[in-house]
Nanobody
């Protein structure tokens, strides 16, 4: 079992920044990647960014590339999502997840509870 707890969401003006954290506990070694996904009202959950635990190789959705940065602290079993130059279209509930894949939502089997990010124009 793996437990994931997100934090760091909130309300920010367009152009601002937020940093999300995802603390993992349990059998994290059984999973090779951590990812961030988001879901806006009325839309499907979509991939945002992912990182491999072992190599720190990162992957990003085109919509956030150059603005968001995913990173990890293995000692703390924590993954971060630094979000800069936020736009109103980034408004969503953000979820962290862990699994064996990278960009496909189907390859993630443990999910956090989600944290709300709201960007005002």
């Amino acid at each position: 079992q793996v437990q994931l707890v997100e934090s760091g969401g909130g309300l920010v003006q367009a152009g601002g920044s937020l940093r999300l954290s995802c603390a993992a506990s349990g059998r994290t070694s059984s999973r090779s990647a951590m990812g961030w996904f988001r879901q806006a009202p009325g839309k499907e959950r979509e991939f945002v960014a992912a990182i491999r635990w072992s190599t720190s190789t990162t992957y990003y959705a085109n919509s956030v590339k150059g603005r968001f940065t995913i990173s990890r602290d293995n000692a703390k079993n924590t993954v971060y999502l630094q979000m800069n130059d936020l736009k109103p279209e980034d408004t969503a509930v953000y979820y962290c997840a862990t699994g064996v894949g990278l960009t496909s939502i189907l390859s993630y089997d443990y999910w956090g509870q989600g944290t709300q990010v709201t960007v005002s124009s």
